[in-house]
């Protein structure tokens, strides 16, 4: 297995344009987690999907943020309007029920 | 609710010293612990879970209940060691503490 994939790896947008995260898990896993990453606030998680349900958005930081995983192999993160605070590396982790959670190699987004 | 605390931001060892990074939890039930590691710019990615007791890159983790903690050691540190060390607490979702930068100079 490929291990999570995120894309793109980098993103440099203009403040107020939308911004969407993609993320495919490891095949068969059925826990799906979004994380951001800031020099700040270090890990934060956002929210999570079991089965493709949300479970817990309580991460989320505002409105702006809404995140859908429309099937068991795909996720997205979407944020409308960006705004410069944004910038930081989100990161999607997978995993299968209690097992080991595995990370992608991340989305370094910038807002400008 | 679950907590997770690293007090050191950042922790600085020589080449061949010993390191210990400090990780203690607060949680009601029987906590499962882990410590991942983030080199430069790469993911997260599992250093070692506390119940496979194992001893990976020479690191090893000893889960002591009384004190709640979970401190992550190695009794000689590598300049290959250097990178953000981050404790986590498992329930439902992983919980992490805000991370621990090691630093190892020659």
């Known amino acids: ?112 | 609710a679950q907590r997770v605390t690293q007090p050191e931001k950042l922790l600085s060892v020589f080449k061949g010293a010993p390191v210990e990074l400090k990780c203690n939890y607060s949680y009601s039930g029987s906590p499962e612990l882990f410590w991942y590691v983030q080199y430069s710019r790469q993911r997260l990615q599992l250093l070692l879970r506390h119940i496979s007791r194992e001893s990976i890159k020479g690191f090893t983790a000893d889960l002591n209940k009384g004190e709640t903690s979970f401190h992550l050691k190695k009794p000689f540190a590598q300049e290959e060691d250097s990178a953000m060390y981050y404790c986590a607490l498992s329930e439902d979702k992983l919980t992490f503490g805000t991370g621990t930068q090691l630093k190892v100079e020659l």
Request: proline letters at 7%; hydrophobic letters at 35%.
């Open chain 1, 1 to 112: 297995d490929a291990g999570v994939i995120q894309s793109p790896r980098h993103e440099v947008t203009e403040m107020g344009q939308e911004v969407t995260l993609r993320c495919k898990p490891i095949s068969g896993h059925d826990y799906l987690f979004w994380y951001r990453q800031t020099m700040m606030r270090g890990l934060e998680l956002l929210i999570y999907f079991n089965n493709n349900v949300p479970i817990d958005d309580s991460g989320m930081p505002e409105d702006r943020f809404s995140a859908k995983m429309p099937n068991a192999s795909f996720s997205t993160l979407k944020i409308q309007p960006s705004e410069p605070r944004d910038s930081a590396v989100y990161f999607c982790a997978s995993r299968l029920a209690a097992d080991t959670q595995y990370f992608g190699p991340g989305t370094r987004l910038t807002v400008l």
